[in-house]
């Protein structure tokens, strides 16, 4: 089992009109796709039917809405995740904090990576409070990450990054930990159940 590749589900964090997101995300999938140690699921909030509000639904108690039983599938399918977030006015997209409020379990004892992009930060002030969500998740949010500083300047029109050195070393260091940490948490998972 610690051979077997490990699932990777990469999370698009925006589904803002006009996002940017399809175009980091391709690209980061294109990066991730050449790796032998990973299956890559792309899950795009754009099309998870989350519902507005969760009523008296509670993620741990394991009921939740038939709409978004396919994503919790998902969800709890991979081993570690990639958050592909952008910046906002300082903070995160709601529809990411939906996403992860909508489930528990299913998150939990998992690592989680993240590609920031925004304006001169890059994203990483969203990525900061991330964190703390993630925590309370019980994830394990990597150190290691790929922050996109005026993203739209770093990308051609044909969606390719201008200078892929730019950020490749980076690329592969955070893949390289979040798989150790995910081959790890899986085998300690499977071992001893998380309560």
């Known amino acids: 089992m610690t051979d077997a590749p490990v699932r990777i589900a990469v999370v698009i964090g925006s589904t803002r009109e006009g996002r940017f997101a399809d175009t980091v995300a391709r690209w980061f999938v294109g990066e991730a796709s050449a ?4 299956v890559l699921d792309v899950v795009d909030l754009l099309e ?6 969760l009523g008296s639904h509670h ?3 394991g009921i939740r809405p038939e709409a978004i039983r396919p994503f919790a599938e998902r969800i709890a399918a991979a081993d570690g995740f990639v958050i592909v977030t952008p910046e906002y006015n300082h903070g995160y997209p709601a529809p990411l904090k939906a996403a992860l409020d909508a489930l528990h379990v299913e998150w939990q004892a998992k690592p989680a990576a993240f590609v920031s992009y925004g304006g001169a930060s890059g994203g990483i002030r969203a990525v900061e409070q991330l964190r703390q969500v993630l925590g309370e998740l019980h994830m394990v949010a990597i150190r290691d990450g790929v922050a996109l500083p005026m993203a739209r300047s770093l990308f051609g029109e044909d969606g390719a990054l201008i200078d892929p050195g730019f950020v490749g070393p980076s690329v592969k260091v955070m893949f390289d930990r979040l798989t150790w940490w995910a081959r790890a948490l899986r085998t300690a998972r499977a071992a001893d159940p998380y309560r």
């Open 59 to 61: 993620p741990a108690s």
């Open 48 to 53: 998870v039917d989350l519902p507005d509000r």
């Open 35 to 38: 790796r032998d140690d990973v």
